[in-house]
C-alpha cells in the first residue's frame, strides 16, 4: 500500500503532547466512577486480575493497532479505513465508532454534570453536612432542571476546547490538566488510606475470589478495559492521525496504558475502601449504582479533618479527568464531520455537540422524569452505559485488530510502527502477533459468549 502523504494536517507538537491527550483521554470517570462500580458489582479481586490482563493482552495491541491506522491514514475514524481499504465495507467499523461516540458522550455528560453539582455542594461546605447520602444523590439526580443544567455547562466546555482545535485547544488544556489531575489523586489517596477501618476493602479488591467469574463478568472486564483505554470506537485512530511521525507509538501506547491502570488502582484505593468503611462490610446490601461515588464519599470527607477541602479537590479532580476524556469523544465525531462532510471545525463541533447534547438529556433524566422508560429492565443510563462500554466497544476492538491484523497486514503494520524502519524492537512482532492471532480469538469468544450463552443482562 502506498504511503499517504501527511499534508498539512493539525497535530501534537510534542512527545509530552501526545501523552497527555491520549492519557488524558483514557483516564476519565471510567477510573474513579466506573472502575470501582463495576468492580464491586463483579466479584473484586478476581475482576480486578482479568481486568490487567485484559489491559495487557489486548488493551496495548488495540492502542497500537488505532494509532497505526490513523497515523497513517491521517484521517479522521470513518475515513481512515475508507484511505486504508477504499471500496470494501471496513467504513462501517468507522461508522460504528461514531455511533458508539454518541452513546458514551450521552451518558458520560450526565456523570460529569453530576461531579459539577458536587464541586459546588463541596465549594458551600454543604457536602459534609449530608446526612443521607443515599437520599441526596436520589433527589439530586432525578430532580428535573439542576442537572440538565450542569450537563449542559460539561457540553458547553467540552465543545469550546474542541473548536478551539488540536494545539491550541486538546493539546495545551490537556498538557496542564493532566499533571494537575494526577497531583491532586495523590493527595486525595494519602490522605484516604490513612482513614481506619477500611482494611476489609483493600481485601476485597485484592484477594480474588473466582467463585464469582461467569462469561459476564469476564465481559464486564474486558468492556472497562476498553472503555478506560479509550479503544473500540475511534478516539485513538484520531487521535493517531494527529501523531507526528517521529513518535515512538509503543512507548506512548505503554505509557498511556500504564498510566491509566495506576489510576484505576488508586481511584479504586480512595472508593471501595471506603465502601466497606460504610455499608459495615456488606457489599451486597449496598446494591451499587451509578451514584456510588457520589453516595459513597461525602461520608469519608465527613468524617476526616479538612474534609471539605478534600471534597472540593476530589469532584474538581473528577471533573478534570472527565473533561480530558468528553473532549476527546467528541473530536471523533468533529474530525468525522469535518473531513467526511467538508465542514468547518466551528460548524461541525456545533452540529456534534448539539445532537450529542439531545440524546445526553434523556439519559439524564432518565433518573427522574423518564425512569419509567425501560428495555430489558434498563434506563436509557443504563443502556447507553451497558451497550457502548460492553458491546459497542468490544466489537469495535475487535474489528479494529482483525482489520490490521488481516487487512492491513504486518509489512504496513511494522512500518508505521517502526517509522519505516528506523525504530528497532523484538516487541514489535509480538505485538503483531497478539493482533492478528490473540487478540481476535480472545474479545470474540467473550463477546459472542457474553451474547449468545449468557445473556447481556
Ligand atoms: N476512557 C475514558 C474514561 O475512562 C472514557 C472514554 C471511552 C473516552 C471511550 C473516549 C472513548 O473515562
Aim: aromatic content about 12%; proline content about 4%; overall charge positive.
Amino acid at each position: 500500500m502506498a504511503n499517504i502523504p501527511s499534508g498539512n494536517r493539525d497535530s501534537f507538537t510534542s512527545k509530552f503532547g501526545v501523552i497527555a491527550a491520549a492519557a488524558g483521554s483514557a483516564v476519565g470517570l471510567g477510573n474513579i466512577w466506573r472502575f470501582p462500580l463495576v468492580t464491586t458489582q463483579n466479584g473484586g479481586g478476581a475482576f480486578l486480575l482479568l481486568y490487567f490482563g485484559f489491559i495487557i493482552l489486548i488493551g496495548i495491541p488495540v492502542i497500537m493497532s488505532e494509532f497505526s491506522i490513523g497515523r497513517r491514514a491521517q484521517a479522521n475514524a470513518l475515513g481512515a479505513f475508507k484511505k486504508l481499504a477504499p471500496k470494501t465495507p471496513w467504513f462501517l467499523v468507522g461508522s460504528l465508532g461514531i455511533v458508539t461516540a454518541f452513546a458514551i458522550l450521552a451518558f458520560y455528560s450526565t456523570v460529569a454534570g453530576w461531579t459539577l453539582e458536587y464541586l459546588l455542594e463541596a465549594l458551600t461546605g454543604r457536602v459534609i453536612h449530608i446526612d443521607d447520602t443515599a437520599q441526596n444523590f436520589a433527589e439530586f439526580s432525578a430532580d428535573p432542571v439542576r442537572p440538565v443544567v450542569w450537563q449542559l455547562l460539561v457540553m458547553a466546555l467540552t465543545g469550546g476546547i474542541v473548536f478551539a482545535g488540536i494545539q491550541k485547544g486538546i493539546e495545551k488544556f490537556t498538557k496542564i490538566l493532566m499533571p494537575l489531575l494526577v497531583i491532586l489523586i495523590g493527595l486525595v489517596v494519602i490522605r484516604s488510606v490513612t482513614l481506619p477501618g477500611a482494611g476489609e476493602g483493600v481485601k476485597y479488591l485484592f484477594i480474588p475470589d473466582w467463585s464469582a467469574v461467569n462469561f459476564k463478568t469476564v465481559l464486564m472486564a474486558l468492556g472497562q478495559a476498553a472503555f478506560s483505554l479509550s479503544i473500540g470506537m475511534g478516539t485513538l485512530i484520531t487521535y493517531g492521525s494527529y501523531i507526528q511521525k517521529e513518535n515512538h507509538l509503543l512507548n506512548t501506547a505503554s505509557t498511556v496504558a500504564f498510566t491509566d491502570t495506576l489510576i484505576a488502582i488508586l481511584a479504586s484505593l480512595m472508593v471501595v475502601p471506603a465502601i466497606f468503611a460504610f455499608s459495615a462490610g456488606n457489599i451486597e446490601q449496598m446494591s451499587p449504582g451509578p451514584g456510588l461515588v457520589f453516595e459513597v464519599l461525602p461520608n469519608v470527607f465527613r468524617a476526616m479533618p479538612g474534609g471539605v477541602i478534600f471534597a472540593a479537590v476530589f469532584f474538581f479532580l473528577l471533573f478534570v479527568a472527565a473533561l480530558t476524556s468528553t473532549i476527546s469523544v467528541l473530536e471523533v465525531v468533529v474530525a468525522y464531520l469535518k473531513e467526511e462532510l467538508n465542514m468547518s471545525r466551528g460548524k461541525a463541533t456545533l452540529i456534534a455537540s448539539v445532537s450529542i447534547t439531545v440524546l445526553g438529556v434523556l439519559a439524564t433524566l432518565s433518573f427522574g422524569p423518564l425512569a419509567h422508560i425501560k428495555l430489558f429492565g434498563m434506563t436509557i443510563f443504563d443502556i447507553l452505559n451497558f451497550s457502548s462500554a460492553n458491546i459497542m466497544l468490544t466489537f469495535g476492538a475487535l474489528f479494529i485488530v482483525i482489520f490490521v491484523g488481516w487487512k492491513l497486514g504486518k509489512s504496513n503494520f511494522l512500518d508505521e510502527i517502526s517509522n519505516k524502519g528506523e525504530l528497532q524492537s523484538r516487541l514489535f512482532k509480538v505485538v503483531f502477533f497478539i493482533i492478528r492471532y490473540i487478540a481476535p480469538v480472545a474479545i470474540g469468544i467473550i463477546a459472542v459468549a457474553a451474547l449468545f450463552i449468557q445473556g447481556i443482562t
